[in-house]
């Protein structure tokens, strides 16, 4: 990769120290190709003074421009040796075998050398052991001392360094460049799909409508068409927010690189998730459980059925009202109820139960007050105890992902984060916690097994 314009002006600035140690020719030359036990061609990147280069009158494309060089190989070194090879050395390599040197016809008469007699000091970059390039610099009046020799070798390192730092920033910026392609590309797929996929949606919802309308109220299939319309409408409103949600990170993708999040807020380019909450809404929200859980365990008794599980409920009336958003604890709800439904046998049972309780300071979300509980209790094999702490991490599904049970892992993240949002809480016992099963029949749930989900909600002021 080509030198940075930032890399040439600290190159420039260090060979002006050099400069005014008194040296009188002083450049950086960088290896155009680090490959072992190649010759290594040499690009000058900073000459002092300018007309030691020869025709170049645009320094900015000399510096990109591939320079011959009769320079010996300089090969990667072992860790031993980059000590003793960072030692300057002086008037181990003519003047006239580096790209960009010119000699003075009147310095070089007489059979003396006269690179010799400008005093040369040559200095590696070095860097783990590879060789970057060469700092040269020479004078005539006199030889270079030891503390001379030292800020040479001070210099050399911090380009050697500088050199480094310049790479990896230019390939990460080619890396950026090209993941910036690949997330364009995505995108558009993205587009494609979701046009794709609203055409069917519809027709769904409209097959659901028209059902509806053939069925008499007493008809007990009205309610799986109601379903059908209901689900749908759900589906049709998470589409909304994935298609908003694509063209906000497609814009996104489009405005320069370190764009301040202030900047994509005063845009309106920094959206929430799709089922996260403002601070508006945790304040203001409130719904009433029963009225979320109505329609969900409608449709879980309809996949109940058609599973061989039985499916429980038991909600008291006249429930205060909880500071929840409606379409988030919808969700957190469904995403319980439909583990439930996953990892229970045939013939067993699942029990919902909604309890009002006082709630005591041993949850981090609130200290001793009023709230509401909605248990999710299910018959199924239970969690592993190693599984437990990892249960809530996103994509993680312990030994479920060595079952024939599909999922994405997803489901639980998705439920801890909105119950959060919600300033409630959420907890996981596994085998069931015997506290919030059924007062009667509650031996037809075994205590040694099982897994039940509690959502603690705080109630509205």
């Not at 061609?41 to 009158?57: D, N, W």
């Not at 409408?233 to 301040?260: C, H, I, K, W, Y």
């Amino acid at each position: 990769m080509p030198a940075s314009s930032e890399f040439v002006k600290l190159c420039r600035s260090q060979v002006a120290i050099s400069v005014s140690l008194g040296a009188t020719f002083s450049a950086v030359y960088l290896t155009e190709e680090l490959v072992e036990g190649s010759e290594a061609k040499l690009v000058p990147i900073a000459v002092y003074p300018e007309t030691s280069v020869q025709g170049q009158e645009n320094q900015e494309l000399r510096l990109q421009s591939p320079v011959p060089s009769a320079s010996s190989p300089m090969p990667r070194l072992p860790a031993s040796r980059v000590r003793s090879q960072e030692a300057s050395t002086m008037g181990a390599i003519a003047p006239e075998s580096l790209p960009g040197f010119q000699s003075n016809s009147n310095q070089c008469q007489g059979p003396e050398n006269v690179w010799q007699q400008r005093r040369q000091i040559v200095t590696p970059l070095i860097h783990e052991g590879a060789v970057m390039g060469l700092l040269v610099s020479g004078r005539q009046d006199r030889p270079w001392n030891e503390r001379e020799e030292a800020t040479m070798q001070q210099i050399a390192r911090t380009l050697a360094l500088a050199c480094i730092l310049d790479q990896r920033s230019q390939w990460m910026q080619q890396e950026l460049r090209q993941q910036h392609q690949l997330q364009a590309q995505i995108y558009e797929t993205m587009h494609n799909l979701l046009h794709q996929f609203k055409s069917p949606l519809t027709a769904l919802r409209t097959f659901g409508q028209l059902l509806m309308r053939r069925l008499v109220p007493e008809d007990r299939n009205r309610d799986v068409a109601s379903s059908i319309v209901r689900e749908s409408a759900r589906l049709q409103e998470l589409l909304l927010q994935f298609d908003r949600t694509v063209d906000t990170g497609e814009a996104n993708l489009r405005l320069p690189s370190g764009t301040s999040d202030r900047a994509k807020s005063n845009l309106g380019l920094i959206p929430h998730s799709p089922l996260s909450l403002s601070p508006a809404a945790n304040v203001e929200a409130s719904c009433e459980v029963a009225e979320v859980l109505k329609p969900l365990l409608m449709s879980a008794e309809a996949i109940a059925n058609e599973r061989h599980l039985k499916l429980l409920a038991d909600i008291p009336v006249n429930l205060p009202p909880v500071s929840a958003n409606p379409k988030a604890l919808r969700e957190v709800l469904s995403n319980l109820i439909d583990n439930a439904l996953k990892y229970t046998p045939a013939e067993r049972q699942i029990y919902i139960k909604v309890g009002y309780k006082t709630v005591f300071g041993d949850r981090s979300a609130y200290s001793k007050r009023q709230a509401i509980a909605v248990a999710v209790s299910d018959t199924g094999p239970g969690i592993p105890p190693q599984d437990l702490e990892h249960l809530f991490e996103r994509h993680y599904r312990g030994e479920k992902a060595h079952t024939e049970i599909p999922g994405t892992g997803l489901g639980l993240a998705i439920a801890r984060d909105l119950v959060r949002q919600m300033q409630g809480d959420i907890e996981v016992f596994s085998p069931v916690n015997p506290e919030w099963l059924p007062s009667v029949g509650s031996h037809l749930y075994p205590t040694d097994r099982g897994t039940t989900f509690v959502v603690w909600l705080p109630l509205n002021k």
